[in-house]
């Protein structure tokens, strides 16, 4: 449909409301919502029946939308999120543009933090947490019954910590690097320690080492636990993290937004994938084959744990860097000969690579760690990367991670229920 502009000799094409709506990618409704808020204007159909808009206003919206959400997938089936913290791809991933495995080598997971949150390298930096604040996540996660897990303590703690900073709803960037700082320390210390006569000093992964494994720990293996954290620190946008920028776009300060993401990274499927293979690990170490327990897991209809990655067609390069450290521990070699036992069986089924989870469990099991224990390194090590993104959601429009629901319910209006 086509209308001349007065006095100018132009035509300007003009969309019926089911043109803009589509355009849009929007219902019809939402046209006229968008017409009401003085975002669209429009005109009346001679029979007065609808309405019509102008293609190049409607045009110009949809672009401004597209900026401001992110936009979507081709498909328009998931949401896409633009971000400058990870990149995957292929078999590689990159931290703000920066290779991720050759990084979490050669720095610690505290740099690795501070590169993440500022795209700056702090060499030497170490975080501590105010007294008071530790004291208060102690307290609240000392009153749980024992049998509480790693994450609900940590959430726990989160929530302490919270209430201790009356600052917490400062979202500037220098007032949430702040409460990162602080946060990340208070949640390793609030957890109880197995070793006694432990001083918390020193880098973060020397802390949490005491509350992993009650065996005297060596630098090899402090360097595996280091080098696990600065991996594990961000993947793009996994589960959890996008309940943090869900968070963090309603503006939840940070204490929630980690909060939010511990609570989803509790799904077996997540961060506690880990504790999974540990099992299996366990299992095959004790029955000193892997064809058995393999077996049992493909007739119960379950996948192995520790194999295979949506986002890596080949080798996790998480896993490549951390059974390279782990070869360099002597009392990791049982464990990683029932992990290389564990790939080479199920590649009769399916050629499967060792992902990270199945990594973590090594490092575990050679340390005499709960099965919990991966999941509170993946737990410490993404609350960094959830900052960052938090930190990355603050400075988008508020509100935007707001998809709309497609109801298929029974049409309305439906007779009261008797």
């Known amino acids: 449909m086509r209308d001349q502009e007065p006095g100018s000799g132009h035509t300007t094409r003009r969309l019926t409301t089911k043109e803009a709506a589509e355009l849009l990618g929007v219902k019809p409704e939402t046209v ?13 159909v001679p029979s007065g029946r609808g309405s019509t808009f102008d293609a190049k206003e409607v045009e110009a919206l949809a672009r401004r939308n597209r900026r ?12 896409s999120v633009r971000t400058r913290i990870t990149f995957i791809d292929k078999d590689r991933y990159y931290f703000r543009g920066v290779d991720a495995a050759e990084l979490a080598v050669r720095h610690s997971y505290e740099e690795v933090a501070e590169w993440l949150w500022t795209g700056q390298l702090r060499p030497g930096i170490s975080f501590s947490a105010p007294e008071a604040t530790v004291a ?58 197995v070793r006694r006569g432990h001083r918390d000093t020193g880098p973060l992964a020397h802390r949490l080492w005491a509350r992993l494994s009650g065996l005297p720990s060596d630098e090899a293996s402090l360097r595996t636990l280091d080098t696990a ?10 589960a959890s993290t996008l309940a943090v920028r869900v968070a963090a776009s309603a503006r939840a300060h940070a204490y929630a937004a980690v909060s939010a993401g511990l609570g989803v ?56 860097v951390l059974f390279g ?34 990594a973590l469990a090594v490092f575990t099991v050679a340390g005499g760690m709960p099965a919990t224990a991966g999941e509170t390194v993946f737990a410490v090590a993404r609350t960094a990367g959830w900052i960052a993104h938090a930190l990355e959601e603050y400075g988008e429009r508020p509100l935007r991670m707001r998809p709309s629901g497609h109801y298929v319910g029974p049409r309305p209006p439906q007779p009261l229920p008797e």
Do not use: K
């Not at 989160?158 to 409460?179: C, K, N, Q, W, Y």
């Open 32 to 44: 006229y919502a968008y017409v009401s808020r003085g975002q669209l204007s429009s005109r009346r």
């Open 68 to 79: 401001e959400s992110g936009g979507t997938s081709g498909s328009g089936s998931e949401l």
């Open 136 to 193: 208060a996540a102690r307290r609240a996660v000392e009153a749980l019954p024992q049998h509480t897990g790693p994450t609900d303590r940590l959430r726990v703690a989160a929530i302490a910590a919270a209430t201790a900073d009356p600052l917490r709803f400062d979202l500037s960037e220098d007032a949430v690097l702040g409460t990162a700082r602080a946060l990340i320390p208070t949640l390793v210390a609030a957890l109880p320690t």
């Open 229 to 238: 954290l600065a991996l594990l620190v961000d993947h793009d946008l996994a």
């Open 265 to 320: 990274l509790e799904g077996p499927l997540h961060g506690a994938a880990s504790g999974l293979a540990h099992r299996m690990l366990l299992d095959v170490l004790d029955r000193g084959d892997a064809a058995p327990v393999i077996a049992e897991e493909l007739r119960a209809g379950r996948r192995i744990p520790g194999l295979g990655h949506r986002l890596y067609p080949g080798e996790d390069p998480r896993a490549r």
């Open 325 to 358: 450290l782990l070869e360099e521990i002597p009392r990791a070699e049982p464990a990683l000969a029932a992990a290389r036992d564990i790939v080479a069986t199920t590649a009769r089924h399916t050629p499967l690579h060792a992902n990270v989870d199945l």
